[in-house]
C-alpha cells in the first residue's frame, strides 16, 4: 500500500484548503484510513479517520465543524474550513488495515501500518 499527500500551502486565518490522499495498492474490505499532523517539537497527533466499512469517520475535538474528511479506497480528501494558526503542521495521511475508525483507533499512530509523506500546511497572516 502506498500514500501519497498533497494540498497543503500557506493560508490565512478563516481561510480554507483540501487535502488529498491518493492511495494505491489497497484492497481490502476492512481498514481505516486517518489523517494526522505533527507541529514544531510536537508530537503527532490524529485528527480524523473514516471506516471502510459504511465511511463513518471521526474528528478530535479541535477541528469538529471544521474539517470534514471523504472519499474512498482511492482518494481521500481532508476539507479544512476556518483555520487557525495552531493548525499549522505537516499534515500526513494513513491506513490502519486491521481496525476501522473509531476514537481510541485514531489515539494511537502505532495502529497505522502505511504512511504517506506528509503535506505542509502553515496557517498565518
Known amino acids: 500500500v502506498q500514500l501519497q499527500a498533497s494540498g497543503g500551502g500557506l493560508v490565512q486565518p478563516g481561510g480554507s484548503l483540501r487535502l488529498s490522499c491518493s492511495i494505491s495498492?489497497?484492497?481490502?474490505?476492512?481498514?481505516?484510513v486517518g489523517w494526522f499532523r505533527q507541529a514544531p517539537g510536537k508530537e503527532r497527533e490524529g485528527v480524523s479517520c473514516?471506516?471502510?466499512?459504511?465511511?463513518s469517520t471521526y474528528y478530535v475535538a479541535s477541528v469538529k465543524g471544521r474539517f470534514t474528511m471523504s472519499g474512498d479506497n482511492v482518494e481521500v480528501y481532508l476539507q479544512m474550513n476556518n483555520l487557525k494558526p495552531e493548525d499549522t503542521a505537516v499534515y500526513y495521511c494513513a491506513t490502519d488495515i486491521e481496525r476501522i475508525c473509531s476514537a481510541k483507533q485514531l489515539g494511537s499512530v502505532y495502529n497505522y501500518d502505511y504512511w504517506g509523506q506528509g503535506t505542509e500546511v502553515t496557517v498565518s497572516s
Open positions: 495498492g489497497l484492497f481490502l474490505d476492512y481498514y481505516a
Open positions: 473514516m471506516s471502510s466499512t459504511d465511511g
